[in-house]
């Protein structure tokens, strides 16, 4: 830690010490620089919104202005999920047969 008094005084040469001219330069500065990296990004991408490029994105016009949602599977096509293929099918039977073969959480016989 450093002592109030020595940081008062030498803060600017500390800071410099330190090697990360980032906590030197002064934040307007900094803020200009990312504005001008981000801006781009950001027109680049409502461009792709506009268009329609992104197709991970919907968006609609509406009076309010241009809302936008995430498109998510209807719950029918989830009904055959692949991975419900790699799955071995057992009859409720044997569920229930492993069921009665533990009590309370305590194993009571050895489980098939």
């Known amino acids: 830690m450093i002592e109030e008094t020595t940081w008062q005084e030498n ?3 500390i800071l410099k010490d330190l090697g990360y001219p980032k ?3 002064p934040i307007e500065a900094l803020l200009e620089d990312y504005k001008k990296i981000l801006n781009p990004l950001l027109d680049s991408v409502n461009a792709r919104l506009k268009s329609g490029e992104n197709e991970h994105v919907k968006t609609q016009i509406t009076g309010e202005g241009v ?3 995430l498109p998510y ?3 029918e096509s989830l009904v055959n999920n692949p991975f419900f293929l790699q799955v071995p099918q ?3 039977v044997d569920v229930l ?3 009665s073969r533990y009590r309370w959480g305590q194993k009571v016989a050895q489980a098939f």
Do not use: A, D, H, Q
Request: glycine share 6%.
């Open 11 to 13: 803060n600017p040469t």
């Open 23 to 25: 906590l030197i330069t």
């Open 67 to 69: 809302k936008w949602s």
């Open 73 to 75: 599977l209807k719950k």
């Open 90 to 92: 057992i009859s409720i």
């Open 97 to 99: 047969y492993f069921g």
